[in-house]
């Protein structure tokens, strides 16, 4: 009896019902640690198909750093969870819609002859000399260069775009140059005072 229908199955399940905690809690920590358990179990479906590379990125890259961070960001906000639970009955409908739309349209990308196990030859048992970390670099590279490039650009655009956004000068803010910094004297910065002793009497005299 193969074992791994068993354990893909499994896994899938509780990616399911952690992806569907993600967006129904309603404590954002609470939603962070169910994306963490998704990108968790994510590895594992990864690392059945023989993609050990996306797996372990998976895992050091999102779990690792990015969801470290929002928990981080969460738990500083300390953001008052009174409005989001009275917009959560307001906002299910549009949000039923959106997931409706992409749900299709990973139907359709799923489905189509350009996508599927069948054209990556998923399923199938390789050698131990196989890298998938070399045939994924020879994919993306040679039929997936152009949307990668694209990709690449985008990305690019957005950092640059964030940066712009931050590195704003507002006049009531405070900034510090380092070159005045560096040629700073202590005369400019340290500043002796003289002043006079005091007698200190008691009330008897």
């Keep these: 009896m193969n074992i791994e229908p068993i354990i893909f199955y499994f896994f899938s399940a509780i990616l399911v019902a952690a992806s ?12 962070a640690l169910s994306l963490v358990l998704a990108f968790f179990t994510s590895a594992i479906i990864w690392v059945l198909l023989e993609a050990e590379f996306l797996a372990i990125t998976l895992v050091l890259v999102y779990v690792g750093a990015v969801m470290v961070l929002f928990l981080f ?16 009955i307001r906002y299910l409908p549009v949000g039923a819609l959106v997931a409706i739309i992409m749900f299709v349209e990973m139907v359709i990308v799923v489905g189509s002859n350009r996508f599927g196990l069948d054209v990556f030859g998923a399923g199938m048992k390789h050698g131990p000399d196989y890298s998938n970390t070399k045939e994924l670099g020879s994919v993306l590279y040679t039929v997936y260069v ?19 956004l931050t590195m704003r000068r507002r006049p009531a803010t405070k ?17 002796m005072v003289k002043m006079a002793a005091e007698n200190k009497t008691t009330p008897n005299e």
Aim: charged fraction near 20%; proline fraction near 6%.
């Design 73 to 88: 960001v969460v738990m500083m906000l300390d953001i008052n969870l009174v409005p989001l639970r009275e917009g959560f």
């Design 20 to 31: 569907a905690a993600v967006i129904t809690v309603r404590n954002p920590v609470h939603a």
């Design 146 to 164: 152009y949307p990668f490039e694209i990709a690449a650009a985008i990305l690019l655009v957005a950092i640059i775009a964030a940066i712009a």
């Design 175 to 191: 900034f510090q140059d380092p070159s005045k910094q560096v040629l700073v004297k202590r005369n400019e910065r340290v500043r």
